[in-house]
C-alpha cells in the first residue's frame, strides 16, 4: 500500500529550517559586525517608524473611543429617556432604558471594559454596561462613589468638550451629554481596556524609555499615569505627536536604550563565519528540494489549467505528487476540469428548455387579447342597442382591466394615467351605489405628468370604498394630488373613523413583512407600502390617521429627486 504523501508545510519548514533561516539570520549579524555605524542608524529609523506608526495606531483607538462618546449625544435616546424621567419620576424606566442603550452600543467594543452615564440631578442612578474588553467580576467594583465623583468633578467645566482621565489606576474617557439648550445634564464616563487601547505603545517599552502624553495633561508611562503640571515638560530623545480631527493632541517621547555591538556580542565574527559556510554548503541541496516539491508541482498545475483553457475539457493530471496539499489541487482540478465539461454538455439541453419557456410565454399572451377583444365586442354591441350605460360601465372595465393586465411591464405610470385608472373604478362604484358617492378631486396643475408607481392611488380609493363608504352606502371622498418641496403628495380623505382596534390593525399591517395567517383586509394599503419600501426606502411614507372632520385621511408622499 503506498504510504500517504508528507505535508508540504513541514517540508518547507525542515529546508527553510536547516538551510536558510539559521545561515540568513547569522549573516544580517556579520553583516551588523562591520557596519555597526549602518545598522545602528537602520535601527534608529526602524524605532522613527515603530514609534509613529504606534502613535498614529493608539490615535486611532483613541479617535474611535471619541466617536463612539459622540453617538450617545447624537442618537439623543438618552436625553429622551431623560425627558420622560423629568415628567414621570421613573427611576427604574430610565436605568432600564439606559442601560439596555448601553449594552446594544457597547458590549461587542474590545476598547472598552465598561460605560457608565452619571446624572448631575440625580447622582443615585447610575446606569452602566460592561464591554467585551472587560473582566468578569471587576466591572461594578471598577467604579465606585468615590471614583465616579472625582469623575464628575473633572467634568464640571468641560462643556461638550472630551476629557481623557485617569482616577484610581484606571483610564476613562468622558464626555457630557447635553441637552437642546447646551445645558449639561449628564456624564457618559468609558472605562478604558487600556490592554487594546495602549498595546501599541507598550510594544515600544522594550526598546527604552516611552512617555505618552494625552492634551498635554496626562502622561502615561511605565510606572502608570500621571497629570501633568503646568510647569512640566516630558522629554525625550525622539518626540512624536499626532492630533484627532476634533483637536486632541497625542504625544510619544521616546528615549531608545544603549546598544554596543561589540560588548554585546563579542563571539558574532567566528559564529557568523561558520554560518556562511553551512549557507553556502546547503545551498544547493535547498534549490533541488524546491525544485522537487515546489517547482514541479507547479508546473504541472499550470500545464494542465492551460489546456483545459485552449478547449481540452475534461482533461485530468495523470501524476502522484508528494506532498497532500498538491494532491489536494490535483484532485479539486481534475473534478472542476469534469465539471465544466458536463456543464457544456448540458448546455444545448438548457437552450432548448429557455426557448419552449419563451413559447409559452407568448402563449400566455393570447387570453388577455382575448378577453379584452370579446369586451369591446360587447361594448359595441351596447352602443348598438342603445344601452349606453353598460357600454360606459365595459369601458371602464376595460380601463382597470389594462392597468391590471399591464403588457408592457411599466414599473412606471404619469399620474395623469393613475388618475384615470382611478376613475374608472370610482365610475363602476358610482353606478352601484348611485347619487350616495360624492367625489371631489384636488388636482394641482404641473404634476399630472410626473411619474409615479403603477398602481399606487387605485388600491388606496378602492380600500376606502370597500371598508368604510360602501357600508355606509355612500359618503365623500376627496382626492388631492400636490407637490411639496421634493416630494409628491398623494391623498384620500374620506367619511369614516377608525377604531382603537382599526388603528391597530392597520399599523400591524404596515410592519409586518408577509401578511399573518388569517388576517384579511387593507391588503390594498399593505402593498403599497411594500412597494414604497422597496422602490424608495425610508423617503417613500404611507399614512392612515383620523382627522379632526371625523374623516379618514390615507397620505402617501413620494420623493422627486
Request: proline share 4%.
Amino acid at each position: 500500500m503506498k504510504p500517504s504523501p508528507h505535508s508540504l508545510r513541514s517540508k518547507l519548514l525542515t529546508v527553510i529550517l536547516l538551510c536558510w533561516v539559521v545561515p540568513v539570520m547569522v549573516l544580517i549579524a556579520l553583516t551588523v559586525l562591520f557596519l555597526g555605524r549602518e545598522y545602528r542608524r537602520t535601527a534608529r529609523s526602524i524605532l522613527e517608524t515603530d514609534a509613529a506608526g504606534a502613535l498614529r495606531q493608539t490615535e486611532l483607538l483613541f479617535s474611535h473611543a471619541f466617536n463612539a462618546s459622540k453617538e450617545v449625544t447624537y442618537d439623543g435616546v438618552i436625553l429622551s429617556a431623560y425627558r420622560a424621567y423629568q415628567e414621570s419620576k421613573d427611576a427604574s424606566s430610565l436605568y432600564r432604558t439606559a442601560t439596555d442603550y448601553l449594552a446594544q452600543k457597547y458590549s461587542r467594543d474590545e476598547s472598552l471594559s465598561g460605560v457608565y452615564i452619571g446624572f448631575w440631578e440625580e447622582s443615585s442612578i447610575v446606569p452602566y454596561a460592561s464591554a467585551k474588553g472587560s473582566v468578569n467580576g471587576r466591572l461594578s467594583s471598577s467604579f465606585p462613589r468615590e471614583v465616579r465623583q472625582e469623575l464628575m468633578d473633572a467634568m464640571a467645566d468641560a462643556d461638550t468638550y472630551i476629557r481623557v482621565l485617569a482616577c484610581n489606576g484606571q483610564l476613562y474617557i468622558a464626555r457630557n451629554l447635553v441637552g437642546h439648550d447646551f445645558v449639561p445634564f449628564a456624564t457618559l464616563v468609558m472605562h478604558m481596556n487600556e490592554g487594546q487601547l495602549l498595546s501599541a505603545v507598550k510594544s515600544l517599552r522594550h526598546i527604552g524609555d516611552i512617555q505618552l502624553v494625552i492634551d498635554k495633561t496626562l502622561r502615561i508611562d511605565a510606572d502608570g499615569y500621571h497629570v501633568v503640571a503646568e510647569d512640566e515638560s516630558p522629554t525625550g530623545e525622539y518626540t512624536f505627536t499626532a492630533e484627532t480631527d476634533d483637536s486632541h493632541r497625542f504625544t510619544l517621547f521616546a528615549t531608545p536604550a544603549p546598544f554596543q555591538l561589540w560588548v554585546d556580542v563579542p563571539a558574532l565574527t567566528m559564529i557568523a563565519l561558520c554560518v556562511l559556510s553551512a549557507v553556502l554548503l546547503l545551498l544547493p541541496v535547498m534549490i533541488v528540494l524546491f525544485h522537487r516539491y515546489v517547482t514541479r508541482p507547479v508546473d504541472t498545475l499550470v500545464n494542465a489549467t492551460e489546456r483545459i483553457g485552449e478547449g481540452e475539457r475534461g482533461y485530468t493530471i495523470e501524476e502522484s505528487p508528494n506532498s497532500k496539499e498538491f494532491a489536494s489541487l490535483y484532485a479539486h482540478l481534475n473534478q472542476m476540469s469534469q465539471e465544466l465539461k458536463e456543464q457544456f454538455e448540458r448546455l444545448y439541453l438548457e437552450q432548448q428548455a429557455l426557448q419552449q419557456a419563451k413559447v409559452r410565454a407568448l402563449q400566455m399572451q393570447i387570453n388577455p387579447h382575448f378577453l379584452n377583444n370579446t369586451l369591446e365586442i360587447i361594448n359595441w354591441e351596447a352602443r348598438i342597442a342603445g344601452n349606453d350605460r353598460v357600454s360606459d360601465m365595459i369601458e371602464a372595465l376595460s380601463v382597470m382591466l389594462d392597468a391590471a393586465l399591464d403588457r408592457s411591464g411599466r414599473g412606471t405610470a404619469p399620474l395623469k394615467e393613475e388618475l384615470r385608472y382611478a376613475d374608472a373604478y370610482l365610475y363602476i362604484i358610482h353606478e352601484r351605489l348611485g347619487d350616495g358617492l360624492v367625489v371631489d378631486k384636488q388636482v394641482q396643475e404641473g404634476v399630472l405628468d410626473t411619474l409615479v408607481p403603477r398602481l399606487i392611488l387605485q388600491p388606496i380609493v378602492e380600500n376606502a370604498v370597500e371598508h368604510d363608504l360602501t357600508p355606509a352606502r355612500g359618503g365623500h371622498l376627496f382626492i388631492r394630488t400636490r407637490r411639496e418641496g421634493d416630494d409628491l403628495v398623494l391623498e384620500v380623505e374620506h367619511d369614516g373613523h377608525l377604531s382603537d382596534a382599526d388603528q391597530k390593525n392597520v399599523q400591524e399591517l404596515l410592519e409586518e413583512t408577509e401578511p399573518s395567517p388569517g388576517k384579511s383586509g387593507h391588503v390594498g394599503l399593505k402593498n403599497v407600502h411594500q412597494r414604497l419600501r422597496l422602490l424608495y426606502g425610508e423617503k417613500g411614507r404611507l399614512s392612515v390617521e383620523n382627522t379632526p372632520a371625523k374623516t379618514i385621511l390615507v397620505r402617501v408622499v413620494l420623493p422627486l429627486v
